[in-house]
């Protein structure tokens, strides 16, 4: 996240990530947050960085109106955070929320696995093992979560339940931010392979309770990796923030004496 803009507009000099909103009228909201969306997930908008209606109505070429009602939506789902007098800003990066996000998903993809595995077939698990070797094979950490979704949900939509398998998709894409930071340290890219090569081969042995196990160890391990990460480099940078202050000289300054 480096090269993430500190606000709205991107840097003329770089190249746009953000899209064009060209939909009809009635979804032009919905193409301004997803396009606001994805800028936040891949880092173009850095956490805490200002979105200003005007300047994002400007960029899109539409009125204010579409531009609230995507400000509000991406404030329901967490991406957000709108204040009186203030305005919007990306919300910061949170250990805590990363960590939740891990557990509930945990929760949910053991339930969906568990009512997914009677219902798996040869080609079904055919997919499931594609895909599981596709997200072994990309070395690219964007890509990678992209594959590494396809293939858990893959697992789960066997399962039938159409509700349970939405509040997991809500789910992936409100920790996509986070994983990112996972994946960005390649050390734990084989690691996951791993994890998910035992999943999948429970799976293809009907073993219930060891895919529930495997997957929920899977989830949790990641959430613990994340929020330590988040919390060391929390108090890293404000270690070399207290560094960088000047220290305040102590007592008060010796009057000069004159000679006598």
Not at 73 to 87: A, D, F, R, T
Not at 149 to 168: K, T
Request: proline content about 6%.
């Amino acid at each position: 996240m480096n090269d993430a803009t500190n606000g709205f507009p991107l840097d003329r000099t770089s190249t746009p990530r953000l899209g064009v909103a060209v939909a009809p009228r009635a979804s032009t909201s919905r193409v301004i947050a997803d396009s606001l969306r994805t800028a936040i997930v891949d880092g173009t908008l850095a956490p805490g960085a200002p979105l200003r209606q005007d300047t994002i109505a400007r960029h899109f070429s539409v009125s204010a109106i579409p531009v609230r009602e995507a400000l509000r939506q991406l404030e329901s789902e967490g991406w957000v955070n709108v204040e009186m007098n203030k305005g919007a800003t990306v919300a910061p990066l949170s250990a805590d929320e990363a960590r939740e996000i891990y557990e509930i998903r945990s929760a949910l993809e053991s339930l969906a696995l568990g009512l997914a595995i009677p219902h798996h077939t040869p080609e079904t698990l055919a997919r499931s093992r594609v895909l599981c070797d596709a997200a072994e094979g990309e070395p690219d950490p964007s890509l990678y979560v992209t594959r590494n979704e396809a293939f858990h949900m893959s697992l789960y939509e066997p399962s039938g339940r159409a509700r349970l398998i939405e509040m997991i998709v809500a789910l992936h894409r409100r920790g996509e931010r986070y994983l990112r930071l996972k994946f960005g340290l390649p050390e734990y890219k084989g690691e996951s392979d791993a994890e998910h090569r035992a999943i999948l081969d429970a799976v293809a042995r009907s073993d219930t309770a060891a895919a529930q196990s495997l997957v929920a160890a899977h989830l949790l391990g990641t959430g613990e990796l994340i929020h330590r990460f988040l919390t060391d480099r929390a108090r890293a940078e404000a270690a070399a923030a207290g560094a960088t202050r000047t220290p305040r000289a102590r007592g008060r300054r010796p009057r000069a004496q004159n000679g006598s």
